[in-house]
Structure formats: structure tokens, C-alpha cells
């Protein structure tokens, strides 16, 4: 059986890993949630690298969300950076899934932006592990989680 980590924070103005594992639980069986909660974004490498190592993990999804200050904004810059080593090191991937509070103009902009990135990224982890095959019928196509598609450059069809 397949393990899916989920990492989050509690510096995170919205419950992120709610929503994950809610649309995860949709997609049906074959796989586990293991769940760690952080303080904050620059604590969930070592988290995932802990669902990787304690709790075998096949995938993370590293759910945080920096706040409106230049301090976060690096912050998360960090954090990214750890989660690719962490990711690198393991030879697993992890699906950064960062909200910025800046992107929404409001609090009820900034749940559902949270809740529909989340859920999409979730759905893309579990693509990743179990469908792969069926992300490359979507390369090019300029799919966005939270906000509407970009849509691609050119259409080829």
C-alpha cells in the first residue's frame, strides 16, 4: 500500500492539509495518509524528510503559507530550496503547495484560493503516484491549481 505524507504548519492561516486530504480520500483506496504539522514553511523539509524516513512515504505534499512581509517572501524562497534538497537526497518527490497571503485581496479570497491550490495539488500528487502517464497528456497546457488555467501559448489541435 502506498504512503502519501502531508506536511503542514501552524503559521498557515488556513487548515491547507484539510482540504489535501479531503480531495486524497475522494480519489478512492491503495494509499495511506501520514500527516506532520510544523511550525512553520522552513520546518517542513525536515518533515517530509521524516515522513520519508520514519514513516515511509512513497510521496509528500508540503502545504504552507507565507505571510504579506519581505522576510516571508524569503522565508519561503528557503523553504523551497530545502524541500527540493530534501526531495533530491530521498529520490521522492515532494509537491510544494505555497499559498502567498498577498495573492488574495481578502480573507474569504484567501480560504477559497487555499482550499481549491490544495485540493488541486493533492490531486496532482495522487496523479504523480498512481497515473502518471497522465500528466504528460497535459504538459503544455498551462493548468493552474487556485486560479484559472493560463491555458497554452499556442493550441496544437
Do not use: W
Not at 1 to 9: E, L, N, Q, R, Y
Request: charged residues 25%; hydrophobic residues 45%.
Amino acid at each position: 500500500m502506498k504512503k502519501i505524507g502531508v506536511a503542514d504548519t501552524t503559521f498557515a492561516r488556513v487548515d491547507m492539509a484539510r482540504y489535501a486530504v479531503k480531495a486524497l480520500n475522494e480519489q478512492g483506496t491503495g494509499f495511506r495518509i501520514v500527516r506532520r504539522t510544523v511550525p512553520g514553511i522552513k520546518d517542513l523539509a525536515v518533515a517530509c524528510r521524516q515522513l520519508f524516513r520514519d514513516e515511509h512515504a512513497d510521496l509528500c505534499l508540503a502545504l504552507g503559507m507565507p505571510g504579506k512581509a519581505d522576510l516571508d517572501r524569503t522565508s519561503a524562497e528557503v523553504a523551497s530550496l530545502g524541500l527540493m534538497m530534501t526531495g533530491v537526497l530521498e529520490g521522492k518527490p515532494i509537491v510544494e503547495c505555497f499559498v502567498y497571503e498577498t495573492e488574495a485581496l481578502s480573507a474569504v479570497e484567501l480560504e477559497t484560493l487555499a482550499r481549491r491550490r490544495a485540493e488541486g495539488h493533492a490531486l496532482n500528487a495522487y496523479t504523480m503516484l498512481f497515473r502518471p502517464h497522465e500528466l504528460a497528456r497535459h504538459a503544455g497546457e498551462g493548468l493552474r491549481q487556485g486560479f484559472a488555467d493560463a491555458g497554452p501559448v499556442r493550441r496544437t489541435h
